[in-house]
């Protein structure tokens, strides 16, 4: 399952450029085409999480598989933008119903963290696996076929999902399942907060700021976002109890998945358009510029154990973490002058997201009690995929409003390849700001654990 949802969010970003001028699609619908999922899967996870503990995680897995195979077969009759947005938010939805539950059950076999974080890295190198290999193989797949293609893949995998699970997933026993009521008001004030928050800069761009809706939009968000805290902290049966999120290793964790998540799709959408739309590589050309990040990907998982080993876990997280704003600096920096700039900041980037995906999950299952790690999985995959809805948002915003006229056309103005180049600088730039403060936090929640586990001079002097 980790698999598949790892790989949609990462197939069509080399598809974009031909899917704009197929589809007559501007900056901001592509924007959306890539950005939907993210948003849907983010803003649903906990709710559909918190469902699978009480109507069982085996029927809401099948229900979701169901959901994505119908959903992908109907990329074959996709004729609008707006259709393939649509279907974009089902296989949201289906990601969302399907993914929760393989970091817990990981968890939960394994009391060892050194187990754990092996476990994990095979979780991830799976997941890591379709991130990395989606834009190389749409690259090669768009020479031969047309993009629709893509996405079609998924119906056979959710098929054979799906026997997969009926065949070797017992069901649900009764005493494993909650029978707590679900947080209905919760899920539907977290969830807008999410929607609305993510939409209000792509209305700045298109509507100016002299506009009422993007600051109303805003304001919504906000206020959503309010009665969301209001909401959890007085309800008998939260769906997101605020008191866990708090705590240091939780918070810790979270922030480090939010920053590698925001790095790397907000990286990949501007390299991909950078290599196809300003340096006119072919959609094959562009699947090999991106190799160095695939290599990285798939391999690196070597390099997690021995790591954690030498420096433990906290310190991993932070090395790591500083390697993914490291890379976008680069890139920010140096990304428009030539490829080496921007091969230096793919490596960089999934360097660290490489380790700090699995690092910053082990630290949030470790924060949380044992019976709510289904909780923890939620809101781990929650983090990566807002941040993932985030960074996209940050970068396509910043390029629509620099950037004027239709992007996907095939050739651009002298003023329009300024004004893009300009663009990835800025969204770079922003990108590495905005994961810095993150990465920032984290470390200061981390730091709150080492010091209580730390003993004090004092403390020794008593114990000898």
């Known amino acids: ?48 999480g918190a469902l699978a503990d009480r109507v069982g995680r085996r029927k809401v897995m099948l229900v979701g598989l169901v959901l994505l195979g119908v959903a992908s077969l109907g990329i074959a009759f996709v004729t609008t933008a707006e259709q393939l947005i649509a279907i974009r938010a089902a296989m949201g939805v289906a990601a969302a119903m399907t993914t929760p539950g393989s970091l817990a059950l990981a968890f939960r076999l394994f009391d060892d963290d050194g187990l754990r974080v092996r476990a994990t890295t095979l979780i991830s190198t799976v997941g890591l696996v379709g991130l990395a290999v989606g834009p190389t193989a749409g690259g090669f797949v768009l020479t031969v076929a047309p993009w629709q293609v893509l996405l079609l893949v998924n119906v056979p995998v959710a098929v054979l999902a799906f026997i997969g699970i009926r065949r070797g997933i017992p069901a649900d026993r009764a005493d494993e399942l909650h029978r707590d009521p679900i947080d209905g008001a919760g899920a539907l004030l977290g969830t807008a907060a999410i929607v609305l928050a993510l939409a209000a800069p792509t209305l700045f761009v298109d509507t100016g700021t002299a506009s009422t809706l993007p600051w109303l939009t805003t304001a919504a968000a906000v206020v959503m976002a309010l009665l969301f805290v209001v909401r959890e902290r007085s309800a008998r ?12 290793l939780v918070s810790s964790g979270l922030a480090f998945k939010a920053a590698a998540g925001l790095a790397t799709a907000g990286l990949g959408y501007l390299v991909t358009l950078q290599l196809q739309l300003d340096w006119g590589w072919t959609p094959a050309e562009a699947a090999l510029g991106m190799l160095p990040q695939v290599v990285v990907l798939i391999v690196g998982g070597a390099l997690i154990g021995p790591l954690v080993t030498r420096v433990g876990l906290d310190k991993a997280a932070w090395l790591s973490a500083g390697a993914v704003v490291c890379g976008l600096a680069v890139y920010g920096l140096l990304g428009r002058f030539g490829y080496v700039g921007v091969a230096v900041a793919l490596v960089l980037v999934a360097i660290g997201m490489r380790i700090v995906g699995v690092v910053a999950g082990t ?65 770079g730039l922003a990108l590495t700001v905005l994961t810095a403060a993150l990465v920032r936090w984290g470390i200061m929640r981390g730091r709150r654990v080492a010091d209580r586990t730390t003993p004090s001079p004092a403390a020794d002097a008593v114990d000898e």
């Open 363 to 427: 630290n949030v299952m470790r924060g949380l009690p044992a019976n709510r790690t289904t909780v923890g999985a939620a809101l781990v995959d929650t983090a990566g995929e807002v941040a993932t809805g985030i960074g996209i948002a940050v970068s396509g915003t910043i390029l629509s409003a620099l950037f004027t006229g239709e992007i996907a056309t095939r050739r651009w103005s002298t003023g329009q390849t300024t004004a893009f180049h300009e663009a990835i600088t800025w969204a």
């Open 237 to 248: 049966h939260p769906l997101l109890d605020l008191e866990l999120v708090a705590r240091p």
């Open 1 to 48: 399952m980790f698999l598949f949802e790892m790989l949609d969010n990462s197939v069509l970003n080399l598809a974009l450029p031909t899917i704009g001028r197929e589809l007559s699609a501007s900056t901001t619908v592509l924007q959306w085409v890539t950005g939907v999922y993210a948003v849907v899967f983010g803003g649903l996870m906990l709710a559909l």
